[in-house]
Every structure is written in structure tokens, then in C-alpha cells.
């Protein structure tokens, strides 16, 4: 059975490529949240796999959506995708409970070597 | 550079120098030779060089007035009599002060600064050192092209969390200057091949090297091996290592599974390993406190006129810290007492054919478990008389007779309120009676008495336990309760039966000696069931008592916790402390017994 991943990103470019990347690795898009409180509620319903997490979102951003994701779901593996010169968002999502981090641009093989890590 | 890492050498070479200054300065007076003088001149210009070093530059300016005068004592220009030697005792007491005042205010901003050295301490500086307990040293290097290497860093120290035998890591924050190159720290318990596993799965990493500790370690052997530790912490150290040993006691005593028969074994001997090391830790020699008392003699001997020789034996005795620093008033006081009191005028001693300088003797010697520290003068004796007078002027004493034997008399001496000064004199009468002498050394666990023979002189002896923190004792059970009587009190004990004579009787003989037969009932106010079978044989000085017991239960280690007496509470303890089998028990104080 394929895995199953919700990505959560307000561009839609992102998602679409994000998306791309993920199916041709095998991944099942069970979702796609524009902001933090819907990523939060789709992880609520759909409990997928995996997560990827844009930082800077409206309504809610992504640390918000990871601290109330692991709050709930402390096993939920998230994956924080962050642009350039966010490396204090990052650690800070990190030390909300986020598994890794990529950056954009993304480079497939980066975000699958990450992927893999989050989920290993 | 940086001076601070000296400060710890300087407080013990100035603190050393100061007290050589002060007993050749002492020395100089009484014996006019020229080694004296030229001890205290190395020691005037080994105190300036390295102060104008520190940069203390008023302490160094001190240091070399002094060092000119004493030249012109060396030259002959100065005579040293009594006057000079006053004013350059008064000058090393100036410099003492400076020197104290110096280092509270810290290594001068202004000293001189070593260029070359500051090079390599800006680069040793980057990296901070090893935490204590560090066996292993991970070197992490991250992918030079790893983005965002500071939240790298923090997946790899979260992927390392919890784990054990982790003491911490340099940098243990990143931030923008993070350069991908981390330390993480290790102690001996830890699996260093489960750590390098863990790193690497964080990510991005492009090296681990696992390194023995060892060049952290001699780069900073090259220092120093001394520590100057503040006494709190050792007490406190001593105190938790007390109680470990009062649990294990009481872990013998609990019927254990024969598998963990090999730990309690094992546990004992490191308790006990530990326990002498602590022992030696705490362990300074008399010295320290010695080296103050030619000075103090000399003082009160000038102010009252005397001449005085201080002979000191037994210098190298060790006691452990806590004690020492007890001690050094009631000594300090018993020698003023001796030069004020004791020690007779000039003319006095030549009318009673005695040499004319008086001389004062302290000594120490170890004995058993304890130390053993005289005060002995050559004067007149403890004037009884005079004793009774100011006794019963204070409302002491209203018995007909004066006290029959030493003890009475230094019973009466030892009151609160009595003093003997016919006026409150510079020397001894500053408010501190032989009350609290005898009270200090009784709270430190020991005895003091004192012989004294009228024209020949009079000799205090205190006994002292080496150590405070743990010791032994005997344990006893009057009238259902437990109580603990210290081993440095106890010569041994005897089982009460027909053949060691009438037990009703007041006295008792073991052996060739006779001694009174202290009733612990009586004193407690036991009055239920049981029966007196055994005695704890007391001695103190020369002095002997037997302290009649229901039970002499065995012998413990204990951890005596002094307190200051309740209201209402019988004199005769000590202290309290938790018996092996966890129960609290009061300290018995044979001293006050008997």
C-alpha cells in the first residue's frame, strides 16, 4: 500500500511540485492545506504518513500547525520546507517537534533523502 | 593575557610570604642575627615582584617601603628594637590588607599586557574546554554545501537527546556564525558507536571522529593539578557521603537477594575508599593556625611587659578543615590568658629563682582517633584564691571551701560571667571567658581540662576528633531508647556482673582502676523497666567514669548533627543522628557526665 502524504504549502506552484516529486517516489497525496488550520484539521481526519510544511502560511503558519499537530499526534512526522534565511523559523519548528527540514528550491533527490529520513 | 588563571597561585604565595614576613619580623626582636632580617627582606621583595606582576601596583608600592626599611635594619642604620619592630609589624599588617583588597577588586586592568601569548589564548578561546567527566570527544563535521546548518546542528543534538552519558556539546546554540563543525562530549558510561549512529542519521553529515579525550585533559595538566575549593562544598560533600554511608549500613542490615550480596560488598569498599579520600581532602595541618600564634604572643607580651619564648611542636598534625577553624580562637585565647595570667613579671620570676624570660609551650600529637593539642606556661600557677573571690564577687560561688582539685577549679573559670582581669585588660579580656574555649571545643565533639601547680605553671590539654563528619560510636539501649556515645570518649566497655564488684555501689573497679559509676537511668530520668548489665568505660585526660547501660547494642558509624540545645533539655547530648536502622538517636556527651 502506498504511503500517503498531506502537503501543505499556500502556492500552488509549490504543491504541484512538491506533489510531483512525492508521486514519482511512490507517495499517495491523500491532501493539500493552504493554511495552518486546515493542514491542522486535514491531519486530523486523514492522519497520513508523512507531512510537508510550508513556514509562512496565512490564518495559522507552520510552527503553529506542527506544535498543534504534535501536540495531539506526537508521533506525526512532519517535514518543514523553508525558503533561504529562515534558519531561526527552522530551528524553532524543529524544536516544536518538526523530523527535518528542506529548502527551497527543492532538489528532488534532497527532499527524498529527507523524506526518508523522517520517515526511517 | 589573562591574569585571573594566576589569582589562586598569587592568594597562596602572598598568604605564605605574609606569614614568613610576620615570624622573621617576629624573630627579628628577639634575636637580632641577620638571618631573621634577611628572611623578611626575600620575603618584602618576592611579595613586590609578584604583585607589580598582578599589576596591583599600591600592593607592590607597599611592599618595597617595607623592603627599604628592612634594608636599613640589614645595613645597621636601623637599630630593631622593640619600636621598630612595632612599626614594621604594623606595616605588614598594611601590606596584608592591600593585598586582601586587591584581590577582592580583581586583576588590574592596567597591567602589562604579553602580545605574543594574547595570539594563541584568541584561538584556544574559541573552543570552550571539556566538561569534567568527558572520556570521549565527538567530532562532527557537517556536508560543506548542507543548507541551514545551524537547524542541521539542532537534529543532530535532538537526535542525540536523552541519551546516555551525554555531558553537553560546543557549540551547544547556533547561530549564523555556526560553521558546521561541532563537539559533542561524552562520559566513559556512554556508547559512542550509538552516538555516531545517531549523528549521522540527522543528516547532512560529512564526518564523525570519535577521539579519546587525553589532549583536553594535558593541556590543562600543564597548569595546575591543585583546586582551591570553597569549604561549603566539601562540607556538603562530606555531609551527603555521611548519610550514603549511614544507608549502607542500613542495606546490610535488610535481608537482601544473594545476587545483590557482591554489590553491597563492592558498594562498601568504594564507600570506604571514598570516605578516606574525603578524610584526606579535608585534611590541613595544624600549621595554618600555628603560624598566627608567635605573632599573638609577642603582641600581648608587649603589652603587658613580658618577655616571652613560644615554642611550637607538632606543627605537621593534621585535622580536618572544619575543626581547624575552630580552634584558632580558643588557642589564640588560652595563649593571652597564659601571657596575662599565667606568666609571672620579670621580676617576679628572678624573686622565684626562675629564668627570667617566661616561655609558653604549645604542642599537638595525634592519639588514637583524635588529636592532642597542650598549652603549657611556666608561671604561677591558677590562682585559686583569686578565682574564688571573683566567683563569689559574681554571685558563682558560695561554698565555704575553695575548689579541692583542678577540675573544680576550672569547672568555676569555665562559668559564663567570670573573669579574672582585674580589669579589662587589652590582652585577654576581650569578652571571650574560658567559657566559650570550653564550650567551642565541646561542640566540636572534644574535652579540655587543666593541671595547674602554683609557681610552676599551668597546662591546658585539649582532645579533638580529627574529623567532624563521620564518626564512630557505641551504640547503647536506657530504659528502651538508643543513644549514641562517641568512640574518641570510649577506652572500652565491660559487662556488669559479680565478679567486677557490687553493681549497687557508686563505684567501680575494672582492673587496677577504680572509677564512679555513672547511673544513665539516673541522668536520663529513666524510670521503667530494666536493668543496668553493662558499662561504657569513659576517659578523658586522665580522668575515668563508667556509664552504666541496659545494653550495649554494637558499634556504628555515625553522622553527628550538632544543634543548639532546646529549653529544657538535659545538657549531657551533643548532638542527634540517624542510628544504621534509620532511627533517630541523641549523642551522649560522656564529657559532661561525668
Redesign the interface.
Known amino acids: 500500500m502506498a504511503r500517503t502524504v498531506l502537503i501543505c504549502d499556500d502556492a500552488l506552484f509549490m504543491r504541484t511540485m512538491l506533489g510531483d516529486i512525492l508521486k514519482g517516489a511512490g507517495f499517495d497525496v491523500v491532501g493539500e492545506a493552504q493554511t495552518g488550520a486546515e493542514a491542522v484539521k486535514q491531519y486530523k481526519a486523514l492522519k497520513p504518513d508523512l507531512v510537508t510544511m510550508d513556514i509562512v502560511m496565512p490564518d495559522m503558519g507552520g510552527i503553529d500547525a506542527v506544535r498543534a499537530i504534535v501536540k495531539e499526534f506526537p508521533q506525526a512526522r512532519i517535514l518543514m520546507c523553508?525558503a533561504?534565511g529562515?534558519?531561526a523559523l527552522?530551528?524553532e519548528a524543529?524544536?516544536a517537534g518538526a523530523r527535518?527540514?528542506v529548502?527551497k528550491p527543492f532538489q528532488p533527490s534532497r527532499v527524498l533523502?529527507?523524506v526518508q529520513?523522517v520517515l526511517? | 593575557m589573562d591574569l585571573s588563571r594566576f589569582v589562586d597561585l598569587y592568594v597562596s604565595e602572598t598568604h605564605e610570604n605574609i606569614r614568613l614576613l610576620q615570624h622573621s619580623l617576629v624573630e627579628l626582636e628577639s634575636d637580632a642575627g641577620t638571618s631573621a632580617v634577611a628572611e623578611a627582606f626575600r620575603a618584602a621583595h618576592t611579595l613586590k615582584g609578584i604583585s607589580a606582576a598582578m599589576g596591583y601596583q599600591t600592593v607592590a608600592d607597599l611592599a618595597h617601603s617595607l623592603e627599604d626599611r628592612l634594608d636599613a635594619v640589614r645595613a645597621g642604620r636601623v637599630k630593631p628594637d622593640a619600636g621598630t619592630v612595632d612599626a614594621l609589624l604594623a606595616a605588614a599588617d598594611e601590606l596584608e590588607e592591600a593585598i586582601t583588597a586587591a584581590i577582592e577588586a580583581g586583576p588590574s586592568a592596567g597591567a602589562p599586557e604579553a602580545g605574543s601569548a594574547d595570539a594563541t589564548d584568541g584561538l584556544a578561546g574559541r573552543q570552550s574546554p571539556a566538561p569534567d567527566g568527558t572520556a570521549l570527544v565527538v567530532h562532527v563535521r557537517l556536508r560543506p554545501d548542507a543548507?541551514?546548518k545551524?537547524?542541521r546542528a539542532?537534529?543532530i543534538l535532538?537526535a542525540l537527546a536523552g541519551m546516555p552519558g551525554l555531558l553537553g556539546s560546543d557549540p551547544d546554540q547556533?547561530d549564523?556564525d555556526f560553521d558546521g563543525r561541532l563537539r559533542v562530549f561524552l562520559d566513559p558510561s556512554a556508547d559512542a558507536g550509538a552516538a555516531a549512529t545517531a549523528i549521522r542519521?540527522?543528516?547532512d553529515v560529512e564526518e564523525v571522529q570519535i577521539q579519546a579525550s587525553a589532549p583536553a585533559a594535558s593541556a590543562s595538566a600543564r597548569q595546575t593539578r591543585q583546586v582551591r575549593v570553597d569549604g561549603k562544598r566539601l562540607d556538603g560533600l562530606a555531609d551527603g557521603l555521611g548519610e550514603l554511608s549511614v544507608l549502607y549500613a542500613r542495606l546490610q542490615r535488610v535481608g537482601m537477594p544473594a545476587q545483590a550480596g557482591d554489590m553491597i560488598d563492592r558498594l562498601g569498599t568504594v564507600l570506604g575508599e571514598l570516605e578516606h579520600e574525603m578524610r584526606a581532602l579535608r585534611m590541613v595541618p595544624l600549621r595554618e593556625v600555628f603560624e598566627r600564634l608567635p605573632r599573638v604572643v609577642r603582641d600581648a607580651a608587649r603589652t603587658v611587659g613580658r618577655e616571652i619564648e613560644l615554642v611550637l611542636e607538632g606543627e605537621d598534625v593534621e585535622l580536618d578543615r572544619a575543626i581547624l577553624d575552630e580552634i584558632g580562637e580558643p588557642l589564640v585565647h588560652l595563649l593571652r590568658n597564659a601571657v596575662d595570667h599565667g606568666v609571672e613579671s620579670g621580676a617576679a620570676r628572678i624573686a622565684a629563682g626562675k629564668p627570667e624570660r617566661g616561655r609558653i609551650r604549645v604542642g599537638a600529637e595525634r592519639e588514637r582517633g583524635s588529636v592532642r593539642i597542650v598549652v603549657e606556661d611556666d608561671g604561677a600557677g591558677v590562682s585559686s584564691v583569686r578565682i574564688v573571690e571573683k566567683a563569689r564577687a559574681a554571685g558563682l560561688y558560695d561554698r565555704a571551701e575553695p575548689p579541692a582539685t583542678d577540675d573544680e577549679l576550672f569547672r568555676l573559670m569555665s562559668m559564663p560571667g567570670l573573669s579574672t582581669a582585674d580589669a579589662v585588660s587589652a590582652v585577654s579580656g576581650r569578652g571571650v571567658g574560658m567559657d566559650v574555649v570550653v564550650n567551642r571545643v565541646r561542640a566540636l565533639g572534644g574535652a579540655i581540662d587543666m593541671k595547674t601547680r602554683a609557681g610552676i605553671g599551668t597546662t591546658f590539654r585539649m582532645r579533638l576528633p580529627i574529623t567532624l563528619a563521620v564518626a564512630q560510636a557505641l551504640r547503647v539501649r536506657v530504659g528502651g531508647e538508643d543513644y549514641a556515645i562517641p568512640l574518641t570518649h570510649v577506652s572500652e566497655a565491660v559487662e556488669l556482673d559479680d565478679t567486677t564488684g557490687d553493681v549497687t555501689a557508686d563505684m567501680l573497679r575494672v582492673r587496677s582502676h577504680t572509677m564512679p559509676l555513672v547511673r544513665l537511668r539516673r541522668v536520663l530520668g529513666v524510670t521503667g523497666e530494666g536493668r543496668e548489665v553493662a558499662a561504657v568505660i569513659a576517659e578523658i585526660g586522665d580522668r575515668r567514669a563508667a556509664l552504666a547501660v541496659d545494653e550495649l547494642v554494637g558499634r556504628e558509624q555515625i553522622l553527628v548533627r550538632t544543634f543548639d540545645a532546646v529549653a529544657g533539655m538535659l545538657p549531657c547530648f551533643s548532638g542527634a543522628t540517624l542510628l544504621a536502622d534509620g532511627r533517630p538517636a541523641l549523642v551522649l556527651d560522656p564529657l559532661s557526665v561525668i
Open positions: 523553508s533561504m529562515q534558519q527552522v530551528i524543529i524544536q527535518d527540514f529548502v533523502e529527507a529520513r526511517g | 543548507p541551514i545551524a537547524a539542532t537534529l535532538r547556533f549564523d542519521s540527522a543528516g
